[in-house]
Protein backbone atom coordinates (compact mmCIF):
# COMPACT_ATOMS: atom_id res chain seq x y z
CA UNK A 1 0.00 0.00 0.00
CA UNK A 2 1.23 3.53 -1.29
CA UNK A 3 0.87 6.67 0.61
CA UNK A 4 0.62 9.83 -0.44
CA UNK A 5 0.70 13.09 1.64
CA UNK A 6 -2.49 15.61 0.22
CA UNK A 7 -2.05 18.06 3.03
CA UNK A 8 0.80 18.53 5.69
CA UNK A 9 -1.51 16.59 8.31
CA UNK A 10 -3.34 13.77 6.02
CA UNK A 11 -2.17 10.69 4.69
CA UNK A 12 -4.32 9.30 2.07
CA UNK A 13 -3.31 5.28 1.69
CA UNK A 14 -3.69 4.40 -2.06
CA UNK A 15 -4.69 0.52 -3.02
CA UNK A 16 -3.00 -0.94 -6.01
CA UNK A 17 -3.66 -4.21 -7.67
CA UNK A 18 -1.62 -5.98 -9.62
CA UNK A 19 -3.14 -7.75 -12.78
CA UNK A 20 -2.04 -9.50 -16.33
CA UNK A 21 -3.36 -7.60 -18.93
CA UNK A 22 -2.90 -9.35 -22.47
CA UNK A 23 0.35 -10.99 -21.05
CA UNK A 24 1.41 -8.04 -19.70
CA UNK A 25 1.82 -6.88 -15.36
CA UNK A 26 -0.03 -3.78 -14.81
CA UNK A 27 -0.23 -2.21 -11.70
CA UNK A 28 -3.48 -0.05 -11.37
CA UNK A 29 -4.59 2.13 -8.77
CA UNK A 30 -7.56 0.86 -6.36
CA UNK A 31 -8.79 -2.86 -4.68
CA UNK A 32 -10.94 -3.59 -7.90
CA UNK A 33 -12.01 -1.48 -11.52
CA UNK A 34 -14.41 -2.55 -13.75
CA UNK A 35 -14.32 -3.88 -17.19
CA UNK A 36 -15.47 -0.38 -19.27
CA UNK A 37 -13.39 1.56 -16.72
CA UNK A 38 -10.50 -0.55 -17.63
CA UNK A 39 -10.77 0.06 -21.34
CA UNK A 40 -10.96 3.67 -21.01
CA UNK A 41 -8.12 3.74 -18.87
CA UNK A 42 -6.00 2.08 -21.20
CA UNK A 43 -7.16 3.38 -24.16
CA UNK A 44 -8.90 0.37 -26.32
CA UNK A 45 -11.69 2.35 -27.95
CA UNK A 46 -12.17 -0.47 -30.80
CA UNK A 47 -15.65 -0.94 -31.09
CA UNK A 48 -15.36 -5.01 -31.72
CA UNK A 49 -13.80 -6.53 -28.49
CA UNK A 50 -13.69 -9.96 -27.10
CA UNK A 51 -12.93 -10.47 -23.19
CA UNK A 52 -11.95 -12.38 -20.96
CA UNK A 53 -11.41 -12.69 -17.48
CA UNK A 54 -9.16 -15.52 -15.73
CA UNK A 55 -10.23 -17.78 -19.24
CA UNK A 56 -14.14 -16.86 -18.57
CA UNK A 57 -15.89 -14.70 -21.74
CA UNK A 58 -17.31 -11.67 -20.51
CA UNK A 59 -20.91 -10.71 -22.46
CA UNK A 60 -21.03 -7.08 -23.55
CA UNK A 61 -23.85 -6.23 -21.38
CA UNK A 62 -21.43 -6.94 -18.61
CA UNK A 63 -18.65 -4.88 -19.19
CA UNK A 64 -20.15 -1.86 -16.87
CA UNK A 65 -20.91 -4.33 -13.71
CA UNK A 66 -18.34 -6.83 -13.67
CA UNK A 67 -15.31 -6.16 -11.63
CA UNK A 68 -11.52 -6.88 -11.95
CA UNK A 69 -9.59 -7.99 -9.12
CA UNK A 70 -5.97 -8.60 -7.61
CA UNK A 71 -4.34 -11.06 -9.81
CA UNK A 72 -7.00 -11.35 -12.35
CA UNK A 73 -5.71 -11.97 -15.38
CA UNK A 74 -7.54 -10.54 -18.42
CA UNK A 75 -7.33 -10.82 -22.66
CA UNK A 76 -8.76 -8.09 -24.74
CA UNK A 77 -9.12 -9.35 -28.20
CA UNK A 78 -9.66 -7.01 -31.32
CA UNK A 79 -12.10 -8.52 -33.61
CA UNK A 80 -11.49 -7.72 -37.31
CA UNK A 81 -13.59 -8.77 -40.09
CA UNK A 82 -12.75 -8.27 -44.03
CA UNK A 83 -13.33 -10.06 -47.21
Request: glycine letters at 8%; aromatic letters at 6%.
Amino acid sequence: MEQRIIYPYLILKTEKMKIILNNNPETIEGNSITINHLLQLKNFTFKMLIIKINGTLVQKGDYETTAIHDGDEVSVLHLISGG
